[in-house]
C-alpha cells in the first residue's frame, strides 16, 4: 500500500510543478516587473514565461515520467509480494489438473 500513497504524493507534488512552471505571471507579479531590461526589444520576463512555460512542462514531464515508471515497477513488486503470500496459505496447483492426469502413451485422461 506504500506505492500508492507515494503515488498520490507525487501527483500532487507534480501538480505544483506544472503550476509553477506554466503559471508566471503570478511569479513575475509578485517578484516586480523590471521592463527595462530587454532581449530583442521585448521585456525579458515575456522570455522567461515562454522558457518556463515550455522547457519547464517538458523538464517536469519527463520528471513526472521517469518517477512514474519507477512508481509502476514499486506497485508491481508490491502486487506480486502480496500474491505470493495469498498462495502460501493454499496448496500449489497448475491448474492443469486434466493434463496432469493424463497418460503419457495415450495422451488420455485416467
Given at each position: 500500500?506504500?506505492?500508492?500513497?507515494?503515488?498520490?504524493?507525487?501527483?500532487v507534488g507534480f501538480f505544483v510543478a506544472y503550476l509553477l512552471m506554466a503559471h508566471t505571471a503570478p511569479w513575475?507579479?509578485?517578484?516586480?516587473?523590471?521592463?527595462?531590461?530587454?532581449?530583442?526589444?521585448?521585456?525579458?520576463?515575456?522570455?522567461?514565461?515562454?522558457?518556463?512555460?515550455?522547457?519547464?512542462?517538458?523538464?517536469?514531464?519527463?520528471?513526472?515520467?521517469?518517477?512514474?515508471?519507477?512508481?509502476?515497477?514499486?506497485?508491481?513488486?508490491?502486487?506480486?509480494?502480496?500474491?505470493?503470500?495469498?498462495?502460501?496459505?493454499?496448496?500449489?496447483?497448475?491448474?492443469?489438473?486434466?493434463?496432469?492426469?493424463?497418460?503419457?502413451?495415450?495422451?488420455?485422461?485416467?
Open positions: 500500500m506504500g506505492a500508492y500513497k507515494k503515488e498520490a504524493v507525487m501527483t513575475a507579479i509578485l517578484l516586480g516587473i523590471d521592463d527595462s531590461v530587454r532581449m530583442f526589444g521585448y521585456p525579458v520576463h515575456y522570455f522567461i514565461a515562454i522558457f518556463l512555460g515550455w522547457f519547464g512542462v517538458l523538464a517536469v514531464s519527463i520528471a513526472w515520467n521517469i518517477c512514474a515508471d519507477r512508481l509502476e515497477e514499486e506497485i508491481e513488486r508490491e502486487n506480486d509480494a502480496a500474491t505470493a503470500d495469498n498462495r502460501c496459505g493454499r496448496p500449489a496447483t497448475t491448474g492443469y489438473a486434466e493434463r496432469d492426469t493424463q497418460d503419457s502413451s495415450t495422451g488420455r485422461a485416467q
